[in-house]
């Protein structure tokens, strides 16, 4: 089976080589995307040498400009489709997801579940460094999202997932609309929409040492706005037809 952990960066020399090794050096023989938005402190430079001795492990798609998270997820999803990857998971280069935990979301798509997603608010999961202004945000935008959505979810913004090539497959990835956080709650509420079994693994989520968060009140925003727009598109029957990729 075919795994790839694809992480997003922008500016992230501090952190890059360092996750990268620490992915690839697992027992579960990964593989590294690495999707750059024109980092202009040579994150991509970085990549590339890596490469040279990894070639067969590691990757990079190269994108001009700051395009936003979720553009580049769904850049790293079509690569990983287009290149039959059986597991295809996000991760954040900063080291706030631990890439030990990469095992064990694994194990829990491979017992029964589509989607596991490394979660901070279930029984085990915890946060470590962050300001109180910061969890204040996170844990009222879980339960605001829970209320008007109904889904399930008790982590709805974590970014720390793995997918079954299936459920990434079933959608038609360039109609996902959101780009900062709430493109996080919205693959997983297509996901559930769609039928596929969400699975939360508890995980300890660890905010950054090193680098700048790219945190901003206009994510939160499109976070907010985002809920109620899928909801309402879902309660229409619009957001279905909307995301659903239809079988040939």
């Known amino acids: 089976m075919k795994k790839i952990v694809i992480i997003p ?7 890059i080589a360092a996750i990268i090794n620490a992915v690839i050096v697992l027992g ?9 938005d024109g980092s202009p402190d040579g994150t991509a430079n970085i990549v590339k040498e890596l490469m040279q001795a990894h070639p067969d492990k590691i990757f990079i798609q190269e994108r001009v400009g700051k395009l ?11 690569w990983a489709l287009a290149n039959q990857y059986d ?11 631990n890439p030990l935990d990469l095992d064990r979301l694994l194990a829990a798509c491979e017992n029964g579940a589509d989607v596991a997603i490394g979660s901070r608010y279930v029984k085990g999961g915890a946060t470590e460094n962050w300001p109180l202004d910061r969890l204040i945000y996170s ?9 008007i959505t109904g889904m399930p979810v008790k982590d709805p913004t974590a970014g720390f997932i793995c997918y079954k090539n299936k459920v990434l497959a079933a959608m038609q990835l360039d109609h996902v609309n959101f780009i900062g ?23 300890t989520f660890i905010d950054r040492k090193i680098g700048i968060s790219k945190m901003s009140k206009g994510i939160i925003k499109e976070a907010v706005l985002g809920v109620i727009s899928m909801q309402w598109q879902s309660f229409t029957g619009r957001f279905i037809k909307h995301i659903k990729r239809e079988q040939l």
């Not at 960066?9 to 952190?15: G, L, Q, R, S, W």
């Not at 936003?68 to 079509?78: D, E, N, P, Q, S």
């Not at 597991?87 to 997801?97: G, V």
């Open 68 to 78: 936003g998270l979720g553009t580049a997820y769904i850049h790293g999803f079509k």
């Open 181 to 203: 956080y709430a493109f996080q709650i919205e693959m997983k509420f297509a996901s559930w929409r769609l039928g596929f079994k969400l699975k939360e693994v508890p995980i």
């Open 28 to 36: 579960n023989q990964y593989h590294v995307l690495v999707v750059d």
């Open 139 to 147: 844990k009222g935008g879980s339960l605001y999202t829970r209320m």
């Open 87 to 97: 597991y295809i998971f996000e991760m954040d280069a900063d080291f706030s997801h």
């Open 9 to 15: 960066t922008y500016n992230e020399k501090e952190n």
